[in-house]
């Protein structure tokens, strides 16, 4: 789906002579990660709200945007996969968030840096 949708605005950027057709498949993979990075956001700040967390989930994507690419690590052979991983990781945070107390939260924040 994401595919087919980047293919589709690679096309029109193509067709209003935006982009050469040289770049297509430069610009449809750069499409392709904008929309499941801006769908996982999305999906995770929409967690956030529902569970009355939407400042500590913003932090949270600021902080992991920030470390998803000098960290590299693991990679999922598909975007389901990846956008599954992703937000069930953040809902152990949600998790350790809610069930932890507040000592061991603090500890296990620092046991991180």
Not at 24 to 46: H, M, N, P, V
Not at 67 to 94: D, E, I, M, Q
Request: proline fraction near 3%.
């Amino acid at each position: 789906m994401l595919e087919s949708i980047s293919l589709k605005l690679t096309s029109y950027m193509i067709s209003q002579g935006i982009i050469p057709v040289d770049d297509k498949e430069i610009y449809q993979f750069g499409w392709t990660i904008l929309l499941f990075s801006l769908g996982s956001f999305a999906a995770i700040q929409l967690m956030g709200v529902v569970v009355g967390q939407f400042l500590g989930t913003a932090i949270y994507l600021l902080f992991w945007s920030m470390l998803r690419s000098p960290a590299g690590g693991w990679h999922a052979n598909s975007f389901t996969k990846c956008f599954l991983v992703t937000v069930v990781l953040y809902g152990c945070c949600l998790l350790l968030h809610f069930y932890l107390p507040e000592a061991a939260w603090t500890w296990l924040i620092a046991a991180l840096l």
